[in-house]
T-cell receptor, first 116, second 114 residues
Framework: DTGVSQDPRHKITKRGQNVTFRCDPI?????LYWYRQTLGQGPEFLTY????????KSRLLSDRFSAERPKGSFSTLEIQRTEQGDSAMYLC??????????????FGPGTRLTVL | AQSVTQLGSHVSVSEGALVLLRCNYS??????LFWYVQYPNQGLQLLLK??????LVKGINGFEAEFKKSETSFHLTKPSAHMSDAAEYFC????????????FGAGTRLFVKA
């Protein structure tokens, strides 16, 4: 068990550029979550996948945001036409295949995005 | 809609003193409740969770929390603070009916004085 990994750890981009983040969950986990955390706030739910299916999306996830998990393993989160308000820490978490929402979510270290 | 309120964005205690971090929730269905800790430059780590079994939940590092339905609270306590407990603590709630969307509170930063 190597834990949840995220790449890159830091990303600096200019306003209007597109960025893509990657998350590799714990290998046997079939649920994967994306959160956004801004300074002084708790993580905000963005979306989650069960295997390759995206089952829930927050209204925070505007049409500039898209997430995929094509083979039910790693996931990518893309932000198009970045805005300064997108600057935040993007967190990924994964959990096991239990049927209850009590499954422990294991978090990655996050990707810190800075939009200039 | 579910929500979580953490009272006090900053809490300061002396080493050896009681730690009390407050969390109140709002949920239209029976909730599942969690406490996470975030150390500087590290990912969130689960401390403990309430899943409708025992109302007093014991977690790692000597922390525990009690679910009080009548007060809609899930406060986190530790009898004796240690310097290593200094971190950010988040209370979170998910629907107890199978939903996986997790709502986090704004967090409470714990400072431990020597």
């Amino acid at each position: 068990d190597t834990g949840v990994s995220q790449d890159p750890r830091h990303k600096i981009t200019k306003r209007g550029q597109n960025v893509t983040f990657r998350c590799d969950p714990i290998s046997e986990h079939n649920r994967l979550y994306w959160y956004r955390q801004t300074l002084g706030q708790g993580p905000e739910f963005l979306t989650y996948f069960q295997n390759e299916a995206q089952l829930e999306k927050s209204r925070l996830l505007s049409d500039r945001f898209s997430a995929e998990r094509p083979k039910g393993s790693f996931s990518t989160l893309e932000i198009q036409r970045t805005e300064q308000g997108d600057s935040a820490m993007y967190l990924c978490a994964s959990s096991g295949s239990g049927t209850l929402s009590t499954d422990t979510q294991y978090f990655g270290p996050g990707t810190r995005l800075t939009v200039l | 809609a579910q929500s979580v309120t953490q009272l006090g964005s900053h809490v300061s205690v002396s080493e050896g003193a009681l730690v009390l971090l407050r969390c109140n929730y709002s949920s239209s269905v029976p909730p599942y409740l969690f406490w996470y800790v975030q150390y500087p430059n590290q990912g969130l780590q689960l401390l403990l969770k309430y899943t409708s079994a025992a109302t007093l939940v014991k977690g790692i590092n000597g922390f525990e929390a009690e679910f009080k339905k009548s007060e809609t609270s899930f406060h986190l306590t530790k009898p004796s603070a240690h310097m290593s407990d200094a971190a950010e603590y988040f209370c979170a709630v998910t629907e107890g009916t199978g939903g996986f969307k997790t709502i986090f509170g704004a967090g409470t930063r714990l400072f431990v004085k020597a």
